[in-house]
């Protein structure tokens, strides 16, 4: 199917796109845009690992302000506007080396997908968890990524029913917000997240409103009137309500599964270990979410159970019923590896049956011998 997709963001229309379009000239032309959409995420990886090197229960900013290196908030925002500069040329690149195909496109939303839960998951170590004082508490991190992740698919499964992915107005608003927060947070230190704002609300309170507000308000009734829209003009690639709604039939049950762990959970595991938990939810949905942008790009049916919703669902009884006992962490931190290994896997074999049945490869542009 034909790449269309639309974003009407002031933000990025009028001041990001002129100065991508001017990065965009110094990218020699010899470079595959595959790697330009990878380099861009192996910095966030590279920065997230650093953050957690420094901060891995999230407690550094809260107890003892020093603990993470001023250097290290200075290199996120660093990493953070190149991730979102390349996210943002790769495309442009891509066009210009003519060189646009269905694995350039499923390459950088599946890694999209993925590394959306990484930048929420690298910010919270700025908040910071609950202490009693400040900080946010894990719950709402939980719930601030599933809301943050919810907006991620309700534009995916709009292009599912539409075929043009509208771009999100909140994506330029988070990186730009994002990049801030970690300058600030480098020149004036933690700190400034620890005293009230406004009224007694924190920063950390007013983004969380803000993206809620924003999310409820405006990025979900924008999806349903999309979708409203293109039913109208009789547009919608699916013909039956049943059609349309299946894919979001694995993430609201992955969201639920989870859910009931987090809440039902004897060990109380998202407060011990909230970093690998979040880590997982993310993971989870990204391979979720990646089987659904492959059934939209190639017009097939996804399945309705997700296969991660069975071993979760077993994981989540055995947690809640206390058959794991004591053993509940030490679990966690097992089927989240190897939720991670499918993931990278599935990524890995994806990826090459595309190279191969396009002919093409992943990092070049040198075309393929046929054999």
């Known amino acids: ?45 590279f920065n997230y690992f650093l953050i957690s090197f420094y901060d891995w229960d999230y407690t550094a900013s809260g107890t003892s302000p020093g603990l993470v290196p001023t250097w290290v908030w200075l290199f996120s925002a660093f990493t953070t506007f190149c991730a979102y500069a390349l996210d943002s040329i790769d495309g442009k690149h891509a066009r210009r080396t003519q060189s646009s195909t269905p694995l350039g496109e499923l390459f950088d939303h599946g890694l999209d997908s993925w590394a959306t839960s990484i930048f929420v998951l690298s910010f919270f170590s700025v908040c910071s968890r609950d202490n009693g004082k400040t900080g946010v508490s894990v719950y709402t991190m939980y719930i601030y990524l599933s809301i943050v992740l919810f907006n991620f698919m309700c534009s995916h499964w ?71 829209r293109a039913h109208l003009k009789k547009t919608l690639k699916n013909d039956s309500l049943y059609e349309g709604l299946l894919p979001l039939v694995s993430p609201l049950l992955l969201f639920v599964l989870l ?70 962490e030490v679990v966690l931190g097992v089927f989240t590896a190897l939720v991670t290994a499918a993931h990278v896997h599935y990524g890995v074999c994806v990826g090459r049956q595309l190279s191969e049945h396009l002919n093409i490869y992943i990092f070049s542009l040198k075309k393929r011998v046929q054999e």
Not at 163 to 181: K, R
């Open 259 to 328: 859910t009931v762990w987090v809440v039902l959970s004897p060990s109380n595991i998202l407060a011990k270990q909230p970093r690998l938990f979040l880590w997982m939810v993310g993971v989870a949905f990204s391979n979720v979410i990646c089987k659904v942008i492959v059934c939209q790009m190639s017009s097939t049916r996804p399945e309705l159970f997700h296969w991660f919703l069975f071993p979760l669902a077993l994981v989540v009884y055995a947690a809640i019923s206390g058959l794991l006992g004591s053993m509940e």
């Open 1 to 45: 199917s034909q790449y269309s997709a639309v974003d009407t963001n002031p933000l990025s229309v009028y001041i990001m796109q002129p100065i991508w379009n001017k990065i965009i000239k110094i990218v020699p032309l010899w470079i595959a845009p595959n790697l330009l959409t990878f380099s861009g995420f192996v910095m966030i990886l």
């Open 158 to 228: 709009e292009k599912y029913n539409t075929g043009v992915l509208f771009l999100p107005w909140g994506y330029d608003i988070s990186q730009v917000v994002l990049i801030a927060a970690y300058l600030l947070t480098g020149t004036v230190g933690v700190e400034i997240w620890q005293k009230p704002l406004l009224f007694g609300y924190y920063i950390t309170d007013v983004l969380v409103i803000l993206l809620i507000g924003f999310s409820l308000f405006l990025s979900f009734p924008q999806t349903l009137y999309n979708i409203h």
